[in-house]
């Protein structure tokens, strides 16, 4: 990141607030979209100190969950067209999706139409396993998806 | 006189600088007790100091002066002749020049200055000196900090004490303390040196003189204060608050009215500043200055204030609350803000000085007039556009604020205000004179903003008029302008109100167009007088209203909920004042009309609405509760003789109810209030003669919640009634069980007892548990008729199964006179006694143990015999056990050592198999080996364990004037401990092992947590085996829970880990079978979060374990429940960081 920031001044949002969910011990907890987005709207984004959420990189609505069939579908919005760091983010979805549900969920990443110069080439690959699986075996890459799940600088 | 031989070594090892000071402390107090004790004089000290007082070395010279000054500061209350003063003050004043010794002098001089008349004061001439010298001698701003406090303290002292003498000084002394305090920044100086300002300002009242030429200068110097705000974080050396020195700087600005033309304009500019404590402080400052300033000259700022007070309160303003729960009872409650409270307040004053000026200023105001004419064209709230919502509510508060503060602004305030917005809203005085009061016209629309105003305006008038009742302030207000206007438009207002109640939509949450409509109306009524500003008839007119709500808008559930909660109020209101028509109305129109609710024979309306509205307004006043209770008492009565005589169960669920709210809800009230005793007993009595005459058919009795419902409210009234009262009631009681049943009290008091001869019928079995119930209340005082058939009665009842009856012998047992207690002779039977009875009473077995052909027939046995199983009636067993378990609680409560035998009973039929170290049963048993190891009867023994421990609702309860021992289940609990390692160590069989592992659980699971903690080490592994034994059945799964949270509590306690790091292994193992235990959710997420907990122990004993963790906590975060899912989220993050961050494995 020696040649400077990709989005310099990226566009901050509010904070939304953590709804409550009402206690009701004979609903059917069917896993929902809000599960998922209280799981990953705190990821750091990989370039400023704001979460995902702040940035507005990831809303509750563009994330749809299928329970019955077990699929999770993330669309999210990089900030500017030309983000190198989609990848990043995309990643970063994924590894923690992977740690907090059970392997049988088919968890598929892309960037929301029209977001992104090179769309095609993101979304490819992100669902790609092995080029997950690889990119993840970069130490470099690892070491930057773990600084973003874990930051605490948020 | 060895004392004074020390002298010169006591000075000299206090002025030697290499002593320690502990030495220099101690030699000092020494020196104070010399003189103190009039051993030492002072001439002699000062003679024996001599030299170091005067000598040339600067250090030598310092530490002797301050010896002298600390001895004089130790003798301040002590008397010196006024030459011994004279010279001693000389002294301290010419050394004040000393700089370089100037500690000891400055603390000289205070000690001397501080002294009081009785004892010998400096004289005033003295004291100038000491001014003088002070003033042209010292640059207090070069000095350290703590002598900068002395020299403020100092002159402090000097104007306080010798104010007289030391204004002559004049210019000097203005001088001198603005230059002392000028660029002063530590608190503790400042705090001084805001007084020292303020006496200074005192001693030159006169406005023209020497004051004004100095203002502008102190002022300067004042003014870079404020806002008071610390740069650094207070720390511990920090004895000042914040809001302490703000408060001495405010009382230094508000001294004198001198300051007005510099002051006021300051506040004014920092009340614009943006920082939010600056703005606070400006509104508090100016309220405090307007009050020392006076009317005159705040007249002149008033206009300024006026509108950033405005900008303030509009800022700052949040969206009221509307909701009736909220704490204000009148007006309309906001969210509570400092700066608006402030603001308010010093409105208030503005208003209370200048009331013409601000009036004015208000009514003239564009802002407020653009809300009257904007406001017009919305009619309901949530039409209303934000911006002009925040409007509406400013300009609302300000004239709530207004209208509370005076008479004569609140006359105003209505003459313009009052009269547009009546204007507006299509009143006029002389329509309103058309209509007789009571006609109400048809509803239609009226603006919200205006009647939001209203209700302002009328809640500040309310809290005016509420404050002129008050004794001191007596006022009658009645010729007011206001009041008569408000007269003029009461009935007007009326139909507003009450059209915007009839108009308003159900929704949720509270509309405020209901809230509006029905406040404005309890405001109305809250008027006091009972026919002036409010008629009489009008505030009928309001209670009709709520009433007809209240009877049948009941489907407009919050409309509902709000209006009860307005006739509430008005209840508590018109309470205070008992005797005026109003109350009386109130009575009328409200409290009967509820009560004839109940009486009405009305399916459309809901039973739980008529209860809910009856308590509530029955809880509003003494007089309206007991008219309540009388009415549901009627209705009580007279639907259980419609159950008992006529057998109609519909009755049945309505007394149920009825009853559950006279148990639930007016008792506790009457209780916390007092004074209903008398209707509570007749209430009970009454209960019992209905019993008596439910002679006929016995239908009715199957109904088994009515029989609860009764028993319940039979306890908590006898439960709170008086010793007398309680005696009337058991009285009655038993007149009526001895009459009235089945039972020949004449041959339960023969032995045998002969349980076989009696069938209880269902009606008897109600009598009895009623009649136990009544028993389980009493006072330990209350004396209960022939107790000794009532013992029997209550044997042979328990051996037929019959609960209640085992709760009473139970509470008897535990409120009874022990023998060598028992002062005062009387027939009542004593503990010893009483214990007696229970266990060696004979039984005789004709009837009750046909089945047991071999020793049957003329035996004769004892309770204990039948909890052991002799025979094999099994059901006979179990209702034996089940009534000694509750008459071993009631042992175990008052620490009896009973109890010990109680439970080695119970053991015995839980370890039938290996009955060794238990040589009390023994000879008991040593017939019975034909052993009776029923399944059933083994779990109920080990179920009575829960029964020992557990604290019940039902009886033994701290309501029912039982008698606890402290600390009862831990010594229970430590007694028990090693009787049950033994015994599990010992029995061989999987079955009765479990069920002692039973037992144990209950134990464990209700003895508090830092007592099973003290013991983690030893239990832990039974725990484990307690909880993978209750894993089995479903039913247990409350009791697993129960016992999991037990495990949690030493997981996450520091002295459990302890315990822990050794079965690590095992703990696991079975916390893992729990994370997908099916039959219940906590108990899931419990496991997950011990297991979290457990993450946090030493690496390499979990280290191990660690795959087996995650494995199984992949399969909760497939949970169907959320918070499980949650919970492993966090666990399998806790457990996959052990080793690193991935979750390979």
Known sequence: MTLGLINANPVVHAKKERVARTEDPHADDAVDPLDIYDFVRDIRDPEHPYSLEQLSVLSEESITVDDKLGRILITFTPTIQHCSMATVIGLCLRVKLKHFFPPHYKVDIKVSPGSHADEESVNKQLNDKERVAAALENPNLRQLVDECLYSNEL | ???????????????????????????????????????????????????????????????????????????????????????????????????????????????????????????????????????????????????????????????????????????????????????????????????????????????????????????????????????????????????????????????????????????????????????????????????????????????????????????????????????????????????????????????????????????????????????????????????????????????????????????????????????????????????????????????????????????????????????????????????????????????????????????????????????????????????????????????????????????????????????????????????????????????????????????????????????????????????????????????????????????AKTVVQLLECYSSKLLPWTRENGGFEESVVHFAVEIWSQLGNCMGSSISFEEKGLLDAIMKVMKLAVGCCSVESQNIIIQKAYSILSSHTSFEFKELEELPLTPGKYDISLRDEWVLSIFASAVIAVCPQTSIPNERVVFHLFIIALLKGVVPVAQALGSMINKMVSKSNATEISSDLTLEEALDIIFNTKISAIGILQKCNRMSNGREVVLTDLCLGVGTDRLLQINALCGLSWIGKGLLLRGHEKIKDVTMILLECLSSGTKSALPLIHDASENTDEKNSDPLVMKCAADAFHVLMSDSEDCLHRNFHVRIRPLYKQRFFASMMPIFQQLISKSQSSFPRSLLYRALAHIISDTPLIVVLSEAKKLVPVLLDCLSMLTEDIQDKDMLYGLLLVLSGILTEKNGHEAVAENVHVIINCLIRLVDYPHKMLVRETAIQCLLAMAELPHSRIYPMRKQVLQAIVKALDDKKRTVRLEAVKCRQAWASTASRSLHF
């Open chain 2, 1 to 651: 006189m060895a004392k004074l031989d020390h002298l010169t070594q006591h000075i000299e090892s206090y002025v030697d600088s290499s002593a320690t000071p502990a030495q220099q402390a101690a030699s000092l107090d020494a020196i104070g007790c010399l003189v103190k004790s009039d051993a030492l004089t002072l001439e002699a000290l000062v003679r024996e100091l001599g030299m170091y007082l005067t000598t040339t070395d600067d250090i030598i010279r310092a530490r002797g002066i301050y010896l002298l000054a600390e001895v004089l500061t130790r003798i301040e209350s002590k008397p010196l002749d006024s030459a011994t003063i004279h010279s001693l003050i000389v002294f301290f004043k010419d050394r004040l020049a000393d700089w370089r010794a100037l500690r000891g002098a400055l603390v000289g001089c205070l000690a001397l200055i501080r002294r009081k008349t009785n004892v010998g004061m400096v004289i005033g001439s003295d004291a100038k000196a000491v001014a003088q010298s002070f003033l042209e001698n010292m640059q207090v701003q070069s000095l350290a900090q703590h002598d900068r406090k002395l020299c403020f303290e100092l002159l402090g002292g000097l104007l306080e004490c010798y104010s007289d003498t030391v204004a002559s000084l004049g210019e000097h002394l203005f001088f001198g303390i603005c230059e002392a305090m000028d660029a002063e920044k530590d608190p503790e100086c400042l705090m001084l040196a805001f007084r020292n300002v303020e006496s200074l300002v005192r001693l030159y009242p006169d406005a023209s003189g020497l004051l004004a030429n100095f203002v502008g200068d102190l002022f300067d110097i004042l003014e870079s204060y404020f806002p008071i705000h610390f740069t650094h974080p207070s720390g511990g050396d920090i004895n000042v608050r914040r809001d302490e020195l703000s408060k001495a700087l405010m009382s230094a600005f508000s001294s004198t009215p001198l300051f007005e033309p510099f002051v006021i304009p300051l506040l004014l500019e920092k009340l614009s500043s943006s920082l939010l404590s600056a703005k606070v402080d400006s509104l508090k400052y100016l309220r405090a200055c307007a009050v020392e300033y006076g009317a005159e000259r705040m007249a002149n700022h008033a206009k300024a204030i006026w509108s950033l007070l405005k900008d303030a309160i509009s800022t700052y303003l949040e969206e009221p609350v509307f909701l009736f729960s909220s704490a204000s009872v009148v007006g309309i409650t906001f969210q509570n803000n400092e700066i608006i409270t402030e603001a308010l307040s010093l409105l208030q004053q503005l208003v209370m000085q200048n009331s013409d000026l601000l009036v004015n200023l208000i009514i003239d105001d564009e802002d407020v007039n653009m809300v009257f004419n904007s406001l017009a064209y919305h009619e309901k709230y949530n039409a209303i556009p934000v911006q002009e919502k925040q409007k509406l509510h400013v300009i609302g508060r300000i004239l709530y604020v207004t209208a509370k503060t005076s008479f004569s602004s609140c006359n105003l305030v209505f003459q313009s205000l009052f009269s547009k917005i009546m204007k507006t809203l299509g009143f006029s005085i002389k329509n309103n004179d058309s209509l007789p009061n009571d006609d109400i016209l048809p509803p239609r629309r009226f603006k919200f903003g205006f009647l939001y105003l209203c209700i302002e305006l009328l809640a500040g008038c309310l809290d005016l008029i509420a404050l002129s009742e008050e004794p001191l302030v007596h006022y009658d207000f009645e010729h007011e302008m206001f009041c008569t206007t408000l007269n003029s438009f009461s009935s007007s207002l009326f139909n507003a109100f009450g059209s915007a109640v009839a108009l308003s939509s159900d929704d949720h949450p509270l509309d405020p167009d209901i809230y509006i409509g029905v406040k404005g109306l309890q405001i109305l009524a809250m008027f006091p007088g009972d026919a002036f500003p409010i008629p009489k008839s009008l505030f009928e007119n309001i209670l009709r209203k709520f009433m007809s709500i209240i009877t049948e808008d009941f489907h407009k559930t919050i409309l509902w909920d709000v209006a009860l909660k307005a006739l509430v109020h008005i209840g508590s209101f018109v309470q205070k004042f008992h005797e005026s028509e109003k109350a009386m109305s109130y009575r009328s129109f409200v409290v009967e009309k509820t009560v004839e609710l109940l009486s009405l024979d009305d399916t459309t309306m809901s039973f739980s609405f008529k209860v809910e509205a009856l308590s509530n307004i029955g809880m509003t006043g003494m007089e309206h509760m007991l008219k309540v209770l009388q009415g549901l008492e009627g209705a009580i009565f007279s639907s259980l003789s419609d159950v008992f005589v006529h057998g109609n169960l519909r009755s």
